[in-house]
């Protein structure tokens, strides 16, 4: 399914709600799905099972390494804007 | 701090059920995500205002952009250090973590970096899920965002949007939302090389 499928829905129904004027706590039901899909992602995460030590070490370099890269050029724009 | 360590319990709950048992859950970590994604929609609709993407300016396209490129660096520098291939190195790190279209991709040339590339994206959206809430205070502007990649429309939109407040989620979706339609031409571009 595209993504833009939920999130347009969600996004029309949420606009519907604010012109009717009421409010609905989403704190709730956002924690809930977001610790049920990162459950599921630990879960697939869990079963990749290939030469462990390689590529667990191989994918937390490039991990740090891509996030410092993106971060630090983040910073070097941000300061300069 | 108490909601990133019931982030990190479900995280590696998971990962223990997922190595012990390899549980078939079919398609229900799409399911969340839609759920998810349909829940941001209704509080960006509740409170999101066209005139706040006016605000973002400029950055639509330099952060994004930045981001992409600091990737690459990165990947450029972990690929000499574990004595990788370069083409195979900024293949995996223009995934900008989106590691379902990555891993794929290069799997098609390569399965060993095309589980690596599935794993580093993989491993760099589960650093933003879990470090987003610690940075995100400790770093200006928005510089926090980058970390999670094309990822930031998405699965780690919840997060960025519950620490980084409404506005954050705006600069954060249209983040993701750029490097999601670039990344998917990038990849194949260094695969070419």
């Not at chain 1, 994918?59 to 740090?64: E, L, M, T």
């Amino acid at each position: 399914m595209n993504i833009f499928i939920p999130l347009l829905a969600g996004v029309l129904i949420g606009y519907l709600l604010r012109i009717r004027g009421r409010k609905a706590s989403l704190d709730v039901p956002m924690s809930a799905a977001l610790l049920l899909m990162i459950f599921f992602m630990g879960v697939e995460a869990g079963k990749v099972n290939i030469d462990a030590g390689w590529f667990l070490g191989s994918s937390i370099v490039f991990a740090v390494l891509t996030i410092a890269g993106s971060v630090g050029i983040a910073l070097l724009v941000e300061g300069k804007g | 701090m108490r909601f990133t360590a019931y982030v990190l319990t479900a995280l590696l709950i998971g990962m223990a059920v997922g190595h012990f048992y390899a549980p078939d859950f079919g398609n229900l970590y799409e399911l969340m995500l839609y759920a998810l994604i349909f829940i941001i929609g209704i509080d960006l609709g509740m409170n999101f205002r066209p005139s706040e993407l006016r605000k973002l300016g400029v950055n639509t396209v330099v952060l994004p952009l930045g981001t992409l490129v600091g990737s690459l660096l990165g990947g450029l520098a972990a690929s000499v250090l574990l004595g990788i291939g370069l083409k195979w190195g900024l293949a995996i790190s223009a995934g900008c973590g989106w590691y379902s279209l990555t891993g794929p991709l290069i799997g098609q040339y390569s399965a060993v970096y095309g589980a690596l590339g599935f794993l580093a994206n993989l491993t760099r959206e589960i650093l933003t899920v879990v470090f987003y809430p610690l940075l995100s205070r400790r770093l200006p502007g928005n510089a926090a965002v980058t970390m999670g990649g094309a990822t930031t429309m998405d699965t780690t939109l919840a997060v960025m949007t519950k620490f980084g407040g409404r506005e954050v989620a705006v600069v954060a979706f249209v983040h993701g939302f750029v490097l999601t339609a670039v990344v998917p031409f990038i990849v194949p571009l260094f695969l070419q090389l």
